[in-house]
């Protein structure tokens, strides 16, 4: 339409009005009212007609193109239905310099105008172009610095520990400006971190969330990924983590904070560390390895066995009756590991505050389990009365026979998850309360399992090591078990209850003492029993050792039998092997002569020929066949004493 047909065929300009106002403005007394009032006298002393006001009220002016009002705005302006939008001022359109440069460009197209009250713009004129350019470019420029100073107070406001926007965590709630947890969704994040320590997949997890009839916030099904972000999530042991990421852009990408941007500020906890630690470990390992979790076991404490310097413990193929650490050698026998472990239980069910510990964790379980029963209960009255509303609608004819199948076909499903899940619950409940044991009942049900380990099979055995153990860290001198059970359903216990007793939790670290090794050498008599021990302390092979030692595998293994002395010429080495000598200390000149001559690793002719004699002479001295003259003393004594050594 061209510009101003309507004024040249005698009819008014056709205007619209533009209104949006933020909730900050609104607070300084700013109101939509006064900038419509305003913008309507501008317009009647124009003589223009208001055609329209399109309301923006509490609308951020970061972008406002794909707002509703903003497009049904532009699609007036391209029937011809305005052309002219009035304004109080160029922020109030818009913030975003590229925003604001569209809508001119539009306008243009359109021979339209736009007119801003506070900066007297027109863009009809080549001048109002120039200028509105130049000052939607200092909107973007106060947007940003706004938009500074709002990041430099988000690590302040995290500090103080008051909310920066956005929804509380899953589990926890804002309540006069606190982090909270929140009644309805404790129960839930519990459960899902119970789940994960007994099945140890993230998708098995959401999938008994959802088979259960619990759902997100938004009323979303639960995803494998949605587990895992609240599985590592710190809040739910008491440590709420915030300023940790930014947004980049309008798609909501967003990149993770250097970690010294950080801040953490202390809530109230739903689940102990200990539970927290266990299943973010599970994921730490899972990740590094990007394996499936194995479901078999060869080994009766495979999975569990690890080093003090943090390696996995395995049976190896040279070494069949023992765990060994691949990174440093340090070993145990499966016979001392077992004896171990069987003490250590019997300690734990002999220890007065061990069984005062599970009897306090045994009430809490129980408390937590009713809580999510209660949990459960409200959601299904929630459901049900969704039910019945959308049902009413139905019959009052307010909603169609597809609306009404789209809204409760999906609550009726949740219904019966709901009533699948509740008597789960209710029966662990009754099953924990049934099984909560006095202190001389535990005490009867220790003894028990104790005596009878040994007539369990190996499966019974192992499923009793996977229900209790955390982890048994192998030291060098030390053994440290560590028990933690946690049953989340009846079929746990009911497999274990022949042979252990239901502990709703425990978790207890003990430490004993670790046997010597059999392999090492009782006494130290050869000089092969030195090497052997050496070796062994080390965590080597045979054939290591002899790399170090500049000798073959097999005789390192003829000197550790005792089959065979070590040469001459392999003492210094094994000297440095060993970090000492292992040759005996000299009582007599004789024997002085031959240890610093082994301790060189010299033959006889060799040494013979540094002192200046004959082979056969020294070799008389050595046995004490013929003494030493006058002349040969000095030269041994002056030999003796450039190694430190003084005659005798």
Known sequence: MPKNVHEGNGLKKQVGIWIRVSTEDQAKGESPEHHEKRASYYAESKGWDVKTVYHLEAVSGKTVFNHPETQRMLSDVRKGTITGLIFSKLARLARNTKELLEFAEIFRECNADLISL???????????????????????????????????????????????????????????????????????????????????????????????????????????????????????????????????????????????????????PIISPELWQRCNHILEEQGKSRKRVSRTAVQLFAGYAVCACKGQMYVLSNY???????????????????????????????????????????????????????????????????????????????????????????????????????????????????????????????????????????????????NITESIVIGKDEVEVNLFYLPSTKKVAKELQNHILALPFCHIRRTAQKPPDPAYPKSLTTIGDHVKKRRLDLGLFQKQAAAQIGADEMTICHWELGLTEPEIRFIPKIIEFLGYNPLPEAQTLTEQIIHCRKTLGLSQAQLARRLGVDPGTLARWETGNRGLGEKHLGVIQRWLESFGVKMV
Not at 367 to 372: F, N, S, T
Not at 383 to 391: A, C, G, L, P, S
Request: hydrophobic residues 35%; glycine residues 4%; contains cysteine.
């Open 320 to 466: 069949p009756n023992k765990y060994v650490c691949r990174k440093c050698r340090n070993k145990i026998t499966i016979s001392d590991l077992e004896e171990i472990y069987l003490e250590e239980l019997k300690g734990f069910f002999m220890s007065p505050e061990d069984i005062e510990k599970y009897l306090h964790g045994a009430e809490d379980t129980i408390k937590d389990k009713a809580e999510l029963m209660q949990a459960l209960e409200r959601e299904y009255q929630k459901i049900k009365k969704e039910m019945d509303e959308t049902y009413d609608l139905y019959m009052a004819k307010q909603i169609t026979k597809e609306g009404f199948g789209k809204r409760y076909l999906p609550l009726e499903e949740k219904e019966k998850q709901l009533e699948d899940e509740m008597p789960r619950v209710q029966a662990e409940i009754d099953f924990l309360k049934i099984n909560y044991l006095s202190s001389d009942e535990i005490l009867a049900e220790g003894k028990g399992l104790y005596g009878n380990w040994s007539r369990l099979e190996f499966a019974e055995k192992r499923k009793i090591i996977e």
């Open 118 to 268: 506070q900066e007297s713009i027109d863009t009809s004129s080549p001048a109002g172009r120039l200028l509105y350019t130049m000052i939607s470019a200092l909107a973007q420029w106060e947007r940003d610095e706004i938009a500074e100073r709002v990041a430099a107070s988000v690590p302040i406001r995290a500090k103080l520990g008051k909310p920066l926007g956005g929804a509380a965590p899953f589990g926890y709630q804002w309540k006069d400006k606190k982090l909270i947890p929140a009644p309805n969704e404790v129960p839930i994040r519990k459960q899902m971190y119970e789940l994960f320590l007994e099945h140890r997949r993230k998708k098995v997890v959401a999938r008994l969330l959802n088979e259960a009839g619990y759902r997100t916030r938004n009323n979303s099904k639960f995803s494998d990924t949605t587990v895992d972000r609240l599985l590592r999530d710190s809040t739910a042991k008491g440590l709420h983590r915030a300023n940790y990421s930014k947004t980049l852009d309008r798609k909501r990408h967003w990149e993770v904070k250097p970690e010294k941007d950080w801040v953490f500020t202390e809530v109230e």
